[in-house]
């Protein structure tokens, strides 16, 4: 009989295996590295306001997913996005009607995960180093070599590659952890509004299919609830975030807003500040294998779930984690 679960990673699959366990009547403890939960959802806010780092919004397609969202979205938490998204053919602007709704964090991705945390016991700042069975309980060690003892089942919802260091190679082999690729993500905030490119009324977010350096820009302030002024998330391609993945994070943010300058039609205002954060794990690498969405291993008591057990998208995160709920209150 499972009671006490301890959930490692505080990101949307962590969060959302948390909440259905705790509302199925389970005692869940959750422990994250960060100081705010949300993992590749957070937020980075400065004097230059928010800028969304990670995740810029999600696409919800599963009608389970889209319950799950109305409820925040009644609260506030979320809010239904319009944002136009472009992309360059043979170099002219075109923009595109989205397949799937899009929804925002309102004002920032990480609101949605702080209130999926809030009726949770979280321990943030809180990097478990290491598991153990011990008298047939889990027990977890910290970075701090504090001891936390007690657990019947331990949920590794973390990036695949840091769920390997984390469980050893052995566990890790036997579940075939998928490698991730990494992502440099820039936030920049000019001191004007961008002029529009030709043939195009305005834009949210613009994948580039031709640059080197740079795969999605994004305008942070035409979400919903956000403040003015001109705030770009930039994102790079992975084999070119492989490549400088140690340089230093200066040179990377001029490196990137000099890339998004080569790429865009009009030019550009100066800029008032910049700064790069780097994704080491950011996205599955291979396409991921069919299966029930997240790992389970009922003898010893351990599981594992995340975006790379499905696809790199915040909605697979949390099908992941619900997913696994499920299969766990049915144990
Ligand atoms: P994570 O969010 O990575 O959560 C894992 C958590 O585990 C983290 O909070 C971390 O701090 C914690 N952790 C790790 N190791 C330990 C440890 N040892 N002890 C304690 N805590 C630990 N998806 C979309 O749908 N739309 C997008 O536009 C989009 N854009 C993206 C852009 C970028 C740059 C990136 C990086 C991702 C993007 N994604 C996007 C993907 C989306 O962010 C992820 O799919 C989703 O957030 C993953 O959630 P997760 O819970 O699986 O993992």
Same mark, same amino acid.
């Given at each position: 009989?499972?009671?006490?679960?301890?959930?490692?990673?505080?990101?949307?699959?962590?969060?959302?295996?948390?909440?259905?366990?705790?509302?199925?009547?389970?005692?869940?403890?959750?422990?994250?590295?960060?100081?705010?939960?949300?993992?590749?959802?957070?937020?980075?806010?400065?004097?230059?306001?928010?800028?969304?780092?990670?995740?810029?919004?999600?696409?919800?397609?599963? !009608?389970?997913?889209? *319950? %799950?969202?109305?409820?925040?979205?009644?609260?506030?938490? &979320?809010?239904? @996005?319009? /944002? $136009?998204?472009?992309?360059?053919?043979?170099?002219?602007?075109?923009?595109?009607?989205?397949?799937?709704?899009?929804?925002?964090?309102?004002?920032?991705?990480?609101?949605?995960?702080?209130?999926?945390?809030?009726?949770?016991?979280?321990?943030?700042?809180?990097?478990?180093?290491?598991?153990?069975?011990?008298?047939?309980?889990?027990?977890?060690?910290?970075?701090?070599?504090?001891?936390?003892?007690?657990?019947?089942?331990?949920?590794?919802?973390?990036?695949?590659?840091?769920?390997?260091?984390?469980?050893?190679?052995?566990?890790?082999?036997?579940?075939?952890?998928?490698?991730?690729?990494?992502?440099? !993500?820039?936030?920049? *905030? %000019?001191?004007?509004?961008?002029?529009?490119?030709?043939? &195009?009324?305005? @834009?949210? /977010? $613009?994948?580039?299919?031709?640059?080197?350096?740079?795969?999605?820009?994004?305008?942070?302030?035409?979400?919903?609830?956000?403040?003015?002024?001109?705030?770009?998330?930039?994102?790079?391609?992975?084999?070119?975030?492989?490549?400088?993945?140690?340089?230093?994070?200066?040179?990377?943010?001029?490196?990137?807003?000099?890339?998004?300058?080569?790429?865009?039609?009009?030019?550009?205002?100066?800029?008032?500040?910049?700064?790069?954060?780097?994704?080491?794990?950011?996205?599955?690498?291979?396409?991921?294998?069919?299966?029930?969405?997240?790992?389970?291993?009922?003898?010893?008591?351990?599981?594992?779930?995340?975006?790379?057990?499905?696809?790199?998208?915040?909605?697979?995160?949390?099908?992941?984690?619900?997913?696994?709920?499920?299969?766990?209150?049915?144990?």
């Amino acid at each position: 009989f499972l009671h006490n679960i301890a959930v490692i990673g505080a990101g949307m699959a962590g969060l959302t295996a948390a909440r259905a366990l705790q509302q199925a009547g389970k005692s869940v403890q959750v422990f994250d590295k960060g100081r705010r939960p949300g993992g590749r959802m957070s937020t980075r806010a400065n004097a230059y306001g928010l800028f969304d780092l990670g995740a810029q919004y999600f696409s919800v397609r599963d !009608s389970e997913f889209a *319950r %799950f969202i109305e409820t925040f979205e009644q609260r506030g938490v &979320v809010t239904r @996005w319009p /944002g $136009v998204m472009a992309h360059i053919d043979s170099g002219r602007w075109q923009t595109r009607q989205p397949e799937h709704p899009r929804y925002s964090g309102t004002p920032s991705m990480v609101t949605l995960t702080e209130a999926m945390a809030a009726p949770l016991e979280v321990h943030s700042q809180v990097r478990i180093t290491s598991l153990s069975h011990e008298s047939s309980q889990w027990v977890l060690r910290d970075q701090e070599e504090r001891v936390w003892p007690g657990f019947d089942h331990v949920i590794v919802a973390i990036p695949a590659p840091q769920a390997r260091e984390l469980l050893g190679s052995e566990t890790a082999l036997r579940w075939a952890l998928p490698e991730m690729s990494s992502c440099w !993500s820039t936030w920049v *905030r %000019f001191n004007t509004p961008l002029s529009m490119p030709a043939g &195009v009324d305005t @834009w949210d /977010g $613009v994948s580039f299919d031709d640059s080197p350096v740079l795969r999605w820009a994004a305008r942070n302030q035409t979400r919903p609830g956000r403040s003015e002024g001109e705030r770009l998330t930039l994102l790079a391609r992975d084999d070119w975030s492989d490549r400088y993945l140690e340089r230093d994070p200066v040179e990377i943010a001029d490196d990137m807003v000099s890339a998004f300058r080569a790429c865009y039609p009009e030019a550009l205002p100066a800029v008032e500040a910049q700064g790069a954060h780097r994704w080491r794990y950011a996205q599955p690498r291979a396409p991921i294998e069919k299966g029930p969405g997240y790992r389970l291993d009922e003898e010893m008591n351990l599981s594992l779930c995340g975006d790379w057990c499905i696809d790199g998208r915040v909605e697979a995160a949390w099908q992941s984690g619900h997913r696994l709920a499920q299969a766990l209150c049915h144990l």
